[in-house]
């Protein structure tokens, strides 16, 4: 392998975005190819014996066996640093790969969590059932309000979890208010970005310790692949995830990293259109239906704190109707727009969260969490925002709205 322009961060630091995102962790093989090549390999060989010791005792770099590193893993690695404007990256098989290892390299029998209330349905299985089974003890509360948060803190709470904005209810938590709660409290703050992307909420400036990625969302944003990544200091890295997924063994394939790698080049531009494209069909629902919530307009209740952390207003839209008949009668109607539980793909995907991804949350913290009978969650995608509203309106006319 060549050391490329990209790999280098020194050089790479003075890049803009669109560059690193293009460029960036890119590392040619001998043949020089121009798109970064896919390492298939579990293995790797070593020219001599002491070669091999060298490598294991740490005083020679270089790959020795892919759950630990792999050269196209390592450059989705190094991209996504620089995206972020993190130290280092891991990249994991999923997102609930990435959360999971995540808290369980940070938390102990004995430690305590604060959780944000609205999460997606799996982290808050983790967070309420999960976790508490190894002796973590878990305290959920609602993401809206910081002061929630230094309520909850007690002498063993050594992490903060949230999602902003939060899946599918779209609440919005300050992370910068959250953090230096926690970091008073001697609390690592981890945020779940997936439904932001670096592209339009960056939490590690806003004071957070570690971002983690469903890099199966708006990252790969296709529908292809799943994939997960964390994204922190290179301390905590190496010395708490990595004790732990070393050993684990989370990790993404190569043929995944390349697939997330290659979208990477495109996510800005993905991004931006898909936000303009969901802030159109906000625009057309409001009014039109009895309940929306989308942070790009200023009915969401919590829009200028929104507009303070993120650059636009995302990709999804919560739908309020009166209830699940309403709900299923709409997305029965859909001719255009799939009926999917996915997010941040290029296709505009619609989905009803009570009967599907938070089936598994009990209905009481369904209710609690903000989840009606009558939502639904719209991702909205690519398309021709014209050609979506159209489907949306004939389908709102097929239920009598
Ligand atoms: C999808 C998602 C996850 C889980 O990611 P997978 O890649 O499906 O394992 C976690 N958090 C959020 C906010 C998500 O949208």
């Known amino acids: 392998m ?18 690193r995102a293009v460029r960036g962790g890119t590392a040619r ?7 970064e090549a896919i390492f298939l390999t579990s293995g790797f060989s070593y020219d001599n014996a002491g070669q091999a010791a060298a490598r294991f005792r740490g005083d020679e770099k270089g ?15 190094e ?59 878990t305290t959920v509360v609602d993401g809206r309000d910081p002061e929630a948060f230094r309520r909850a803190m007690r002498p063993n709470t050594r992490a903060v979890f949230l999602e902003t904005p939060a899946n599918p209810t779209l609440d919005i938590v300050d992370v910068k208010a959250v953090s230096d709660i926690a970091h008073d409290a001697g609390a690592l703050v981890i945020v779940d970005n997936a439904f932001a992307s670096p592209v339009v909420q960056r939490p590690l400036e806003l004071g957070a310790d570690i971002v983690a990625y469903s890099a199966t969302k708006l990252m790969d944003g296709q529908g292809r692949v799943l994939a997960g990544a964390v994204l922190g200091p290179a301390e905590w890295m190496e010395k708490t995830y990595m004790a732990f997924a070393r050993h684990t063994g989370p ?13 990477l080049e495109t996510l800005e531009m993905r991004v931006t259109r898909a936000c303009e494209n969901a802030l159109a069909v906000a625009r057309f629902l409001e009014g039109r239906v009895p309940g929306l919530l989308y942070p790009g307009l200023e009915s969401h209740p919590q829009h200028r704190l929104a507009m303070a952390q993120m650059s636009a207003g995302g990709t999804i839209i919560a739908i309020h109707l009166p209830g699940r008949a309403e709900a299923h009668g709409l997305l029965d109607a859909l001719q ?14 619609m989905t009803h969260p009570a009967s599907t991804t938070h ?8 209710a609690e969490m903000g989840i009606g009978e009558g939502m639904l969650r719209l991702s909205v995608g690519l398309e021709d925002k014209d050609d979506l509203i159209g489907d949306l ?3 709102l006319r097929a239920i009598g709205l």
């Not at 093989?29 to 798109?35: K, R």
């Not at 630990?68 to 989705?76: C, D, I, K, R, Y």
């Open 2 to 19: 060549k050391r490329r322009a990209g790999q280098d961060r020194g050089q790479t630091a003075s890049w803009k975005p669109a560059t």
């Open 29 to 35: 093989s001998e043949f020089g190819e121009t798109s």
């Open 63 to 77: 790959m020795t066996y892919s759950r630990l590193q792999n050269p196209t893993v390592e450059m989705l690695e």
């Open 79 to 137: 991209r996504l640093c620089l995206l972020e404007g993190a130290e280092a990256a891991r990249v994991s098989a999923s997102g609930m790969a990435a959360m999971s290892a995540t808290l369980l390299s940070t938390l102990s029998a004995g430690d305590h969590l604060v959780a944000g209330r609205a999460l997606f349905g799996s982290c808050r299985v983790l967070v309420d059932t999960i976790l508490p089974r190894f002796g973590i003890q």
């Open 251 to 263: 990790v993404l394939s190569a043929f995944n990293a390349w697939v997330i790698l290659k979208s």
């Open 336 to 349: 255009l727009i799939d009926i999917s539980n996915n997010v941040g793909d290029s296709r505009t995907l």
């Open 359 to 366: 089936y598994s949350v009990p209905e009481n913290v369904r």
């Open 393 to 395: 309106d004939q389908a």
